[in-house]
C-alpha cells in the first residue's frame, strides 16, 4: 500500500498542520470501519492510541486478534469517528507505516464483517 503521497496529503497527515480546500464535507463528523493488520515489529509502538491523541478521533476497538506474548503481528477491527479529513489523516499515516488495511463496505452493512 506504499506510493507516493503528495505535498498536501504530507501536510494533511501532519497531526499540527492545517490543509484548507474549502471542502465542507471534509469538516463533517462522519464514521468509518476498517479491519488493520500492524505487524509484531511495531508492538512497542501506540498506532492506535495516535489516532486519537494526533488526529483527534475517536476510536472503538470492535475486535481484536492477538497472539500469547506479542509474537505475532496483530488484526484489530476499528470504528473510526471524526471528520473526513481527519479519518483520511490518520490513513495516509497507515499507510506511511505501510500496514495492511481492508475498509468495510458501508453500503451494506448486514453481514457485520
Not at 35 to 51: A, G, T
Not at 75 to 82: C, K, N, Q, T, V
Not at 100 to 111: A, F, G, L, R, V
Request: hydrophobic fraction near 35%; glycine fraction near 6%.
Amino acid at each position: 500500500m506504499s506510493g507516493s503521497v503528495s505535498d498536501d496529503s504530507r501536510a494533511a497527515a501532519e497531526p499540527d498542520a492545517v490543509v484548507t480546500n474549502g471542502n465542507e464535507d471534509d469538516r463533517r463528523p462522519t464514521q468509518t470501519r476498517i479491519r488493520i493488520r500492524i505487524p509484531k515489529n511495531y508492538q512497542d509502538e501506540p498506532v492506535i492510541s495516535r489516532l486519537t491523541s494526533h488526529y483527534g478521533l475517536t476510536v472503538n476497538i470492535t475486535a481484536a486478534l492477538l497472539g500469547a506474548n506479542a509474537r505475532d503481528d496483530g488484526w484489530f477491527d476499528l470504528e473510526l469517528r471524526g471528520t473526513s479529513e481527519q479519518i483520511r489523516s490518520a490513513l495516509l499515516y497507515f499507510n506511511e507505516l505501510d500496514l495492511e488495511i481492508w475498509k468495510e463496505n458501508t453500503e451494506d452493512q448486514s453481514d457485520g464483517w
